[in-house]
């Protein structure tokens, strides 16, 4: 370089976030939060059920069947959340989600607890559209709903994903 530019020395570090799909149910619109599941890339699952004693019609007929878990309390639910979050490195999570809704339980989620807040010290928050078109082999089950979403994001164009949206195209 010559005597009147100046150098800069510039370090570029990749930040790699783990990302975990998220998909909750919930009563009605605006409704309590009645379950919620995260799934990492790769790694055990978080999936939760809590008790919803007045479910509206259509989800008493749609989700409540589908659950598939007993529903613990909301101290526990608490609990177990923290718990899977607390396996994550600081600053290294992004939560992707197919609807906003989802982000909002989460952020619920992780104060739920005298304002005290619980998980990594920041997150990266995606919600992706696109991601609603992804085929869950449960619908309405947050824990097969999130795999769904994982599957559909990590691989766009996988033949499950697209069996499942055009059941009759042959491969």
Known sequence: MG??????VF????????????????????????????VP??????????????????VRDNVIPVLGKDPVSQ????????????????????????W?????YFCDALV?????NIGPGSFAM???RTLFNA?????????EDARAIRQYYLCPGDDLNNLLNNPHQHF
């Open 135 to 143: 085929k869950s082999k449960v619908p309405h089950n947050a824990l």
């Open 100 to 104: 906003p809704d989802d982000i909002k």
């Open 75 to 98: 101290e526990q639910f608490t609990e177990r959340l923290q718990d899977f979050l607390g396996q994550f490195d600081e600053d290294s999570v992004e939560v992707i989600a197919d």
């Open 126 to 128: 995606t919600v992706d």
């Open 11 to 38: 370090q570029i570090t990749e930040v790699i976030l783990l990302k975990l799909f998220i998909d909750c149910e919930w009563n009605g619109h605006k409704g309590q939060l009645i379950s919620m599941a995260l």
């Open 112 to 116: 739920a607890r005298d304002r005290c």
């Open 41 to 58: 890339e790769d790694g055990d699952a978080f999936y939760e059920v809590l008790e919803c004693a007045t479910p509206i019609d259509w």
């Open 3 to 8: 005597c009147c530019t100046p150098e800069f």
